[in-house]
Nanobody
């Protein structure tokens, strides 16, 4: 069984940087696209960033483009989200997701992802 565990979320101030990590266990993610999604209070879950199975391509939501960077280290079975220039609108629970060995690109639709982490809270104060 695949398990994803996010870490790194905390309270920060606007303008700060933060790096989230998502560590996988149960199997390698070398064939899986990976994504980060977030859910702000009172809002639906939304796409933030994704990376293809081989790390060759990425996609970002317009709201985070230029500020967030997704990366992966398959040797560590881990995906990262580097978050710079944080703003209060970034406050959300951030979820890591992986698809099921389908060699997909940087998918933005949450419906394509099979496995999800428990989420990590990021709070950005003004």
């Amino acid at each position: 069984q695949v398990q994803l565990v996010e870490s790194g979320g905390r309270l920060v101030q606007a303008g700060d940087s933060l790096r989230l990590s998502c560590a996988a266990s149960g199997r390698t993610l070398s064939k899986s696209a990976m994504g980060w999604f977030r859910q702000a209070p009172g809002k639906d879950r939304e796409f933030a960033a994704a990376i293809s199975w081989n790390g060759g391509s990425t996609n970002y939501a317009d709201s985070v483009k230029g500020r967030f960077t997704i990366s992966r280290d398959n040797d560590k079975n881990t995906v990262y989200l580097q978050m710079n220039s944080l703003i209060p609108e970034d406050t959300a629970v951030y979820y890591c997701a992986a698809d099921a060995d389908r060699y997909r690109g940087a998918e933005i639709a949450d419906s394509v992802y099979e496995y999800w982490g428990q989420g990590t809270q990021v709070t950005v104060s003004s």
